[in-house]
């Protein structure tokens, strides 16, 4: 899988190199490409932005810098196997899905916006070349698309075959399919006995029934108290 960030602050994907995903690169798993937007610049303040048609707040991205990054970057032959991801407010909420998805991709490129957001015509441009996605992390405001392809660089990766030691313990993870679409139970290890708190007794019984019944018990709790909205999900096994 080869990932490719474009952006006003290539350096925000230098974390890469010493995280997990930084292994995976070592490894082979994924190649990493970051790329400064201002290079596609040919003025002598390298601007990538200007005042937004229509009037209102801030400044908005200029295209012209987007398509020639394209050019160079991904080229310019239509390839529905590439994935262009553009991180935003206005974006489909990311799942654990779209990562699991996106996660046996062989390309991904992340445009990462500021300011506004970018000029609508690049996003135009790509969907007529490559698979856009729209996507936002969550409903809160960042000050720009770099720390969500973070984010989604990670989600994607763990999932990516080779990548996790133990492949196993990704099926027992919240919002996993193998969780019915549940919260994943608390986690406990030693010492049982930890200032004046204990590992609850069914964990320490050696009966995997019971432990188990426990674990789907505190799963559905928590998922009643803290994501109402995934008890009524046709994949929770809640209803
Ligand atoms: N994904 C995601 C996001 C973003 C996000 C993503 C890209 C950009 C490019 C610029 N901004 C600043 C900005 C601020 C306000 C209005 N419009 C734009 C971005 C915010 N904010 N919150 C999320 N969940």
Not at 61 to 85: L, Q, R
Request: with cysteine; glycine share 10%.
């Amino acid at each position: 899988m080869r990932l490719d960030y474009l952006s006003i602050f290539p350096a925000y994907f230098d974390v890469l190199d010493i995280s997990l995903v930084g292994k995976a690169a070592i490894n082979g798993l994924v190649e990493i490409h970051a790329h400064d937007l201002r290079d596609w610049t040919h003025d002598r303040h390298r601007t990538v932005d200007d005042t937004p048609c229509g009037g209102g707040a801030g400044m908005v991205m200029k295209p012209d810098p987007w398509g020639e990054a394209f050019d160079e970057i991904i080229g310019t032959e239509s390839d529905p196997s590439v994935h262009v991801i553009f991180p935003a407010p206005s974006g489909t909420p990311f799942t654990q899905s779209a990562a699991a998805e996106l996660s046996s991709a062989q390309r991904i490129v992340f445009c990462c916006g500021r300011y506004e957001g970018i000029d609508h015509r690049v996003i135009d441009y790509a969907r007529s070349m490559w698979t856009v996605h729209e996507v936002s992390l969550g409903d809160y405001v960042l000050n720009g698309g770099e720390v969500a392809a973070l984010a989604i660089t990670e989600a994607v990766v763990r999932l990516v075959p080779g990548f996790m030691g133990n492949p196993e313990s990704l099926a027992e993870e919240s919002f996993s399919a193998g969780q019915d679409g549940l919260l994943e139970y608390p986690l406990f290890t030693r010492p049982v006995s930890w200032r004046g708190l204990d590992v609850p007794e069914v964990l320490m019984s050696g009966h995997h029934g019971r432990i188990a019944s426990w674990r789907r018990d505190e799963s559905v709790r928590l998922t009643r108290e803290r994501r109402p909205d995934l008890t009524d999900s046709d994949s929770s096994g809640i209803h």
